[in-house]
């Protein structure tokens, strides 16, 4: 079955330490994007890519980076955590035409502290 | 550019009652709207959408929503509220087939027994 995979779901990890939150689908998109959304609030875009070796920033200045080496996977990476960066994190995929819109994985819940 | 307005942060409802989430968009170009929902700790699922085709668009779980050009409206209704409808609700728009989603800030639906 299509869908999108993010793990871990939950992580608590030590200031200091680098992390790699990890995102795959199995829908062949070539659109996938990172949001952060801290709890009850809006969604930020932090980081998105059209395709391989594409990567761009998005509306919210974030510390992490991201690779996309693969169609399928897109994983965000924290060089170094700190209490700042505790939040949820959100990954997405989308497809175009009539297959527009997001799928969201069930995202990760980080707390640094 | 385009962007969402959600108004209300918080509706609350009682079971059987009438749901009504508001969103108004702004757009350059004719947009393609979305309503996604997401229940706690969880990832967020699309309900419907909007691609211009019919105006009145019908979505999972018995809600619906109307796309009014006039009055840039996307307005997400459920003829009786359940319990288990009470999560938080995203109103999101694109400009294009392939383009990025911009969320409004999210409504907190709370259905009352």
């Known amino acids: 079955e299509a869908d999108i995979y993010q793990t871990p779901r939950y992580l608590v990890i030590g200031t200091g330490k680098k992390i790699t939150l990890e995102c795959s689908q199995t829908?062949?998109?070539?659109?996938m994007y990172w949001y952060q959304q801290d709890p009850g609030m809006e969604l930020h875009l932090i980081h998105y890519s059209y395709g391989v070796n594409s990567t761009e920033k998005g509306d919210l200045s974030s510390e992490s980076t991201v690779s996309r080496i693969r169609t399928e996977h897109f994983p965000l990476t924290l060089e170094s955590a700190r209490p700042s960066h505790t939040s949820q994190y959100l990954c997405a995929s989308s497809g175009s035409g009539l297959h527009i819109g997001y799928t969201f994985g069930s995202g990760t819940r980080l707390t640094v502290v | 550019a385009q962007s969402v307005t959600q108004l209300g942060s918080h509706v609350s409802v009682s079971e059987g009652a009438l749901v009504l989430l508001r969103c108004n968009y702004s757009s350059s170009v004719p947009p393609y709207l979305f309503w996604y929902v997401q229940y706690p700790n969880q990832g967020l699922q699309l309900l419907l959408k909007y691609t211009s085709a019919a105006t009145l668009v019908k979505g999972i779980n018995g809600f619906e929503a109307e796309f009014k050009k006039s009055e840039t409206s996307f307005h997400l209704t459920k003829p009786s509220a359940h319990m288990s409808d009470a999560a938080e609700y995203f109103c999101a728009v694109s400009g294009a087939s392939y383009g990025k989603l911009t969320f409004g800030q999210g409504t907190i639906l709370t259905v009352h027994p």
């Open positions: 829908m062949g998109h070539d659109k």
